[in-house]
């Protein structure tokens, strides 16, 4: 059972868990390029306001798989006054990546923005080349690749290419996938 809900304070150490579960997780290859370098800290560190507020935010939903939290999604701004909205994924828990899991909870995110903001038309996501997996999965739930910013990605050593993709309202609730 995939379900999206607001991560709570009884979540963080689970979430924790999910997030550090080594000192270089899998997960953080795929996110580091945007997010800088991925710093492991402990679970005290974690636990002090200005670490895990960010994922109490309204900003944010944990992806729970049979209750418990495997991942997140997100929303921001990338401009508020132009209604230019972007979202994200995350599942942490590469045990349990290609099994429809991010498809399931990613369809349901984009639902879930385009309700929640019923004055917005085009819902963003950006990635990079070095991520096929969240390339395939956009395409999967109808998003459409917007544009490719060729070389402006230096992650280890590479060039590699910004990936923007877009849908649109009436394109979301018009595929068959999606209801």
């Known amino acids: 059972m995939i379900t999206l809900k607001k991560i709570e304070e009884k979540h963080l ?41 960010y994922y109490l935010s309204e900003r944010v939903l944990g992806i729970f798989f049979n209750n418990k939290p495997v991942g997140i999604v997100t929303y921001y701004w990338e401009n508020f006054a132009t209604r230019w909205l972007e979202i994200g994924i995350i599942i942490y828990d590469n045990c349990i990546w290609s099994k429809g899991i991010g498809f399931t909870a990613l369809s349901k995110w984009v639902k879930i923005c385009f309700d929640k903001f019923p004055e917005i038309q085009h819902i963003g996501l950006t990635t ?24 402006v990605i230096y992650y280890n050593e590479v060039y590699y290419d910004s990936i923007k993709y877009g849908i649109l309202r009436d394109e979301f609730f018009n595929n068959s996938i999606n209801e």
């Open 13 to 53: 150490i689970d979430l924790y868990n999910v997030i550090y579960s080594s000192e270089n997780p899998e997960w953080s290859k795929y996110n580091a390029p945007y997010f800088n370098e991925f710093k492991f800290i402990d679970l005290e560190t974690f636990l002090l306001k200005n670490h895990h507020e």
């Open 128 to 151: 990079w080349s070095g991520n096929q997996r969240m390339m395939k999965l956009a395409e999967k739930i109808g998003l459409i690749c917007e544009a490719r910013i060729r070389k």
